[in-house]
């Protein structure tokens, strides 16, 4: 026999109207300070290509001025552009590996690098398709690898471990990956194993973690030495970055020894 299914009281349903009444009257209200937000915008600069202006909102939650309506680059990419511009150490001398390039560097880097790759584990307008937990590639063949929001979808234990293995000796990793500094230890959940769980838990569907500052624990565990690029003022109020958010150069020591097992090349 199918069990009573409690009726709810008038004073319950009442609480509820008055829930949802509030609820509506909130998000009215937040939907308007942001509508208010977009349209009044700021003065701001994109490095990649020149423009002057306003940006427009991006990303979940959307971040107001986040994207550039000319090239569209967002606030990783102009870190990384102010880094290539005031670094300049990529030269005619690296071998170049970019995973799931973005439009805005495939022109620049294939003009400052001596050869520049492209990945992705799906083969859409790469040169190479690959997985970044199991390369197949030779040992030390590449001087620079770049995987921007990588980490975060991947196993990335072994993920770093196969681009120290093929990096060479004094080669370097650049990377940037949503991390939670305030957070001493990563957070992963078995349990968000949905789409919806997973944006919730970590902030995006495709997402399998968020990291923590320990993360720095796992790139010197894969065998690399760190740089740290920070966004910082004026650049956040000048290039619309986002405040403290950071680039990693991961550099593979010059007498580093292979981590992991060799391949060979196919053929």
Not at 170 to 192: C, H, K, R, S
Not at 207 to 236: C, K, L, Q, W, Y
Request: proline fraction near 6%.
């Amino acid at each position: 026999m199918a069990k009573d299914v409690p009726v709810p009281s008038e004073a319950d349903a009442d609480r509820h109207r008055r829930i949802a009444d509030n609820l509506g009257r909130l998000q009215s209200k937040v939907l308007k300070e942001f509508r208010k937000a977009v349209s009044k915008g700021f003065p701001r600069e994109c490095p990649l290509c020149g423009h002057h202006g306003q940006f427009a909102p991006a990303g979940m939650p959307p971040r107001l001025d986040s994207q550039c309506p000319s090239c569209d680059s967002r606030e990783r990419h102009r870190l990384f552009k102010l880094w290539l511009d005031r670094d300049q150490r990529i030269t005619q001398a690296h071998k170049v590996l970019h995973f799931a390039p973005e439009p805005e560097f495939s022109k620049l880097l294939s003009r400052i690098a001596g050869a520049y790759v492209t990945a992705d584990l799906r083969p859409r307008r790469v040169d190479l398709a690959l997985n970044i937990e199991s390369l197949d590639l030779a040992d030390a063949s590449f001087d620079v690898i770049i995987a921007h929001q990588i980490l975060e979808h991947v196993d990335h234990h072994k993920a770093l471990a196969e681009c120290f293995r093929c990096l060479r000796p004094g080669g370097f990793l650049i990377m940037t990956t949503p991390i939670i500094e305030a957070w001493a230890t990563t957070y992963e959940n078995p349990d968000a194993t949905s789409e919806v769980q997973r944006f919730v838990h970590f902030g995006q569907g495709d997402h399998v973690r968020f990291f923590g500052r320990d993360i720095r624990d796992d790139m010197a565990a894969a065998g690399f030495t760190r740089e740290e690029v920070v966004s910082v003022e004026p650049d956040v109020s000048r290039y619309g970055l986002v405040r403290g958010e950071t680039l990693f150069i991961l550099t593979k020591p010059a007498k580093a020894a292979t981590r992991a097992p060799t391949r060979k090349k196919k053929g």
